[in-house]
């Protein structure tokens, strides 16, 4: 029996992943409280495990032996069991390695700041100290060679910034150890070992700050091929990393953003067709919970009425997976929306031309010419600055549909 140990961890996706690799391995999830975890690790009725928080460091009394990474680490996140004899690995300094291979990072005499203290930040210290002696490090316990959150505020420059937290990794995705607004200095890599979702809160906000950004997703998948040849003396071949990678990242949603008659609902139909996902429409949702249409209640009860009934739609459906999403013109005036269905997606803006687009009377707020193009102004920049990719639709639907489809390729394999 294989299986990942700690606590909180249904968000895991190392079940998946361990089977995906090796299907007849019997690999579970341990979600263990503190006695829980003294009892299993006293029985010993598994033969390997993957160790993640809060326990890589305080499985330490349990093993009989070390190998040397994690010796120096102190930090334990893979068990074998050994004629009853327990060996720690440290699958995870690979893993941090192969992320930072992956996504060509250069850490050379960066300032690099880690936040956290833990087995995964300890890790992370020992791999960084080869390439730069500008290390940070970050804890809520700051210790002579830790620095308060407060004290970070007030360096005056980041090139690298880190989290080897769990904070804000799912379902307490609104949450992050910092804001990165209130730093004085802007890092320009924000790196974050969190792959669920697979952008965080502090993601989120690195990206609306141009940063460019990057999850763990890769360093777990990197430890697990490594664990997997520690449980069973031999490297999995069945999955080459990279398509495993870009499975995932597959299920993450396409989320359209764009003026109304922009072609939004039409593309994205055809999308989710090609790509076998859920076609969800914010406007459509919305007149389906309530029984009234947009413009009935823009008329009846006001705009404002209308953004709450939209907000609470994008609560809805913004955890959601494998899903199109094609949202309402105004969707962008409450930027939270966005930041929302970042999390789990990637959002394109569809990018008419002011001329193509055409007034609705169906759409109180947009039936004339005139009121077109007031809205359009209005919304030009948010459309800009909120999306991760434009899409030119000045030609074919079918056209501006393989240009999302060319990006979200290539957004998997990255």
């Not at 299907?23 to 495990?49: A, V, W």
């Amino acid at each position: 029996m294989y299986g990942l140990v700690g606590k909180n961890i249904q968000y895991s996706y190392s079940t998946a992943i361990h089977k995906l690799l090796r299907p007849d391995i019997n690999y579970q999830l341990f979600d263990l409280s503190e006695t829980q975890f003294q009892i299993f690790m006293q029985d010993k009725n598994f033969s390997g495990l993957n160790i993640t928080t809060p326990y890589k460091e305080r499985i330490l009394p349990y093993l009989d032996s070390l190998d040397v990474i994690a010796n120096k680490t102190q930090s334990i996140n893979t068990v074998i069991k050994r004629k009853d004899q327990l060996v720690g690995y440290n699958t995870d300094y690979y893993g941090f390695e192969e992320l930072i291979k992956h996504h060509k990072i250069d850490l050379r005499n960066k300032v690099i700041v880690i936040l956290g203290s833990g087995g995964s930040s300890k890790t992370l210290q020992r791999y960084i100290k080869k390439f730069t002696k500008q290390l940070i490090v970050v804890s809520r316990h700051p210790l002579d060679n830790y620095y308060s959150y407060e004290e970070l505020r007030l360096f005056p420059m980041i090139d690298i910034l880190i989290n080897a937290t769990p904070v804000g990794a799912f379902p307490n995705i609104d949450q992050s150890p910092i804001q990165l607004l209130k730093l004085t200095a802007r890092p320009k890599i924000v790196i974050d070992l969190i792959y669920n979702p697979p952008r965080s809160n502090l993601l989120v906000q690195a990206k609306e700050l141009g940063c460019k950004t990057y999850n763990g997703l890769w360093m777990l998948i990197s430890q697990a091929y490594l664990s997997q040849s520690i449980f069973f003396k031999e490297i999995p071949t069945a999955i080459p990393a990279i398509q495993l990678y870009s499975s995932f990242n597959k299920s993450n949603n396409i989320v359209l953003i764009g003026m109304p008659t922009s072609g939004k609902s039409t593309i994205g139909q055809m999308l989710a067709l090609k790509l076998g996902k859920t076609f969800i429409d914010t406007d459509w949702e919305i007149e389906k919970t309530w029984g009234i249409s947009c413009a009935e209640i823009i008329t009846t009860q006001g705009i404002d009425a209308f953004r709450a009934y939209e907000r609470s739609i994008v609560k809805k459906v913004m955890t959601s997976l494998d899903c199109v999403i094609a949202t309402g013109g105004g969707i962008v005036e409450n930027s939270a929306n966005i930041f929302d269905l970042s999390h789990f997606g990637r959002i394109y803006f569809i990018d008419r031309p002011l001329e193509l687009l055409m007034p609705s009377r169906s759409n109180p707020l947009s039936a004339r010419r005139e009121d077109l193009q007031n809205l359009y102004l209005s919304r030009i920049s948010s459309y800009r600055s909120l999306c991760d990719q434009r899409i030119a639709n000045s030609r074919s639907l079918e056209a501006c549909c393989n240009l999302i489809l060319e990006d979200f390729h290539a957004y998997c394999h990255n």
